[in-house]
Nanobody, 114 residues
Framework: QVQLVESGGGLVQPGGSLRLSCAVSGTFSRVATGWYRQPPGKERELVAA???????NYAESVKGRFAISRDRAWNTVYLDVNSLKPEDTAVYYC?????????WGKGTLVIVSS
């Protein structure tokens, strides 16, 4: 059974940093993982994605501040979120597509506030 579990969220002051983790379990071919976020009252949006070939993509709003990475076994995918702004407040989710089905974690809440 494929399962994604996010962790690492919390309350942080503007300018602060967090490391979000997405624990991946299950037997399947790891091809790509995306980190998404959903701010309060807004649509879910793609923040960053990492692919098996090494390609990494970021949303324009987070370029230079966020960094996606994974361990060698692809059992954990990280999102380092730096220079946080109040508008980064959101529930952060990871997603993988397995045999054509999108699998989501339950999310981890990041609140950026002084």
């Amino acid at each position: 059974q494929v399962q994604l579990v996010e962790s690492g969220g919390g309350l942080v002051q503007p300018g602060g940093s967090l490391r979000l983790s997405c624990a991946v379990s299950g037997t399947f071919s790891r091809v790509a993982t995306g980190w998404y976020r959903q701010p309060p009252g807004k649509e879910r949006e793609l923040v960053a994605a990492i692919y098996a070939g090494g390609t990494i993509n970021y949303a324009e709003s987070v370029k230079g501040r966020f960094a996606i990475s994974r361990d060698r076994a692809w059992n954990t995918v990280y999102l380092d979120v730096n220079s946080l702004k109040p508008e980064d407040t959101a529930v952060y989710y990871c997603k993988m597509t397995v045999y054509g089905t999108d699998i989501w974690g339950k999310g981890t809440l990041v609140i950026v506030s002084s």
